[in-house]
T-cell receptor, first 113, second 109 residues
Framework: ETGVTQTPRHLVMGMTNKKSLKCEQH?????MYWYKQSAKKPLELMFV???????ENNSVPSRFSPECPNSSHLFLHLHTLQPEDSALYLC????????????FGQGTRLTVV | SQQGEEDPQALSIQEGENATMNCSYK?????LQWYRQNSGRGLVHLIL?????REKHSGRLRVTLDTSKKSSSLLITASRAADTASYFC?????????FGPGTRLSVLP
């Protein structure tokens, strides 16, 4: 266990559904991240939060909506997704953004049908 | 792009052999990190090397950094079947971690 917990581990959703991914860390870290990992592609940074404030949005489509209510929790709200959005979504946290080691959750395997 | 690039893309060795993976990057860094990922799981941090360090060890892992060549290498000695995984280098870019495409290591028993 890395101290970062993601739920659910697997999710199948239709293109018209609305769902949310949850990430929780109790490591006392200040930065949290969402990454997307598609088959045969490098990890793509989606969003960065530092002290609950969004500091990076890597040109992510608006059908992905992040929420960070506090430093320990991060959500990714999903709506009207496309099949190409199927991927492994990874949450990570670190003490200092981009400067210290990142701790990753186990990921949510998302399939859009 | 700041993205690191690992080399080779895939590596297959026999148990007990050493495995070497390389990473190249494009711009100045504060540190470089190596991560491991078992299939379909999250990434696990292995080692961080700072820009003013040239070599670092952790158990069977040895990492080198050459900032003049903008490259790093990860050596796994006396490999085991359990070392089978994908290995990624990550560099800091602003407040972000930027990962390369990874090296897929297969250790055959």
């Amino acid at each position: 266990e890395t101290g970062v917990t993601q739920t659910p581990r697997h999710l199948v959703m239709g293109m018209t559904n609305k769902k949310s991914l949850k990430c929780e860390q109790h490591l006392g870290h200040n930065a949290m991240y969402w990454y997307k990992q598609s088959a045969k592609k490098p990890l793509e940074l989606m969003f960065v939060y530092n002290f609950k404030e969004q500091t990076e949005n890597n040109s992510v489509p608006s059908r992905f909506s992040p929420e960070c209510p506090n430093s320990s929790h991060l959500f990714l709200h999903l709506h009207t997704l496309q099949p190409e959005d199927s991927a492994l979504y990874l949450c990570a946290s670190s003490q200092i953004p981009g400067s210290t080691e990142a701790f990753f959750g186990q990921g949510t395997r998302l399939t859009v049908v | 792009s700041q993205q690191g690039e690992e080399d080779p893309q895939a590596l297959s060795i026999q148990e007990g052999e050493n495995a070497t993976m390389n990473c190249s990057y494009k711009t100045s860094i504060n540190n470089l990190q190596w991560y491991r990922q078992n299939s379909g799981r999250g990434l696990v941090h292995l080692i961080l090397i700072r820009s003013n360090e040239r070599e670092k060890h952790s158990g069977r892992l040895r990492v080198t950094l050459d900032t003049s060549k903008k490259s790093s290498s990860l050596l796994i000695t006396a490999s085991r079947a359990a070392d089978t995984a994908s290995y990624f280098c990550a560099t800091n870019y602003g407040q972000n971690f930027v990962f390369g495409p990874g090296t897929r290591l297969s250790v055959l028993p």
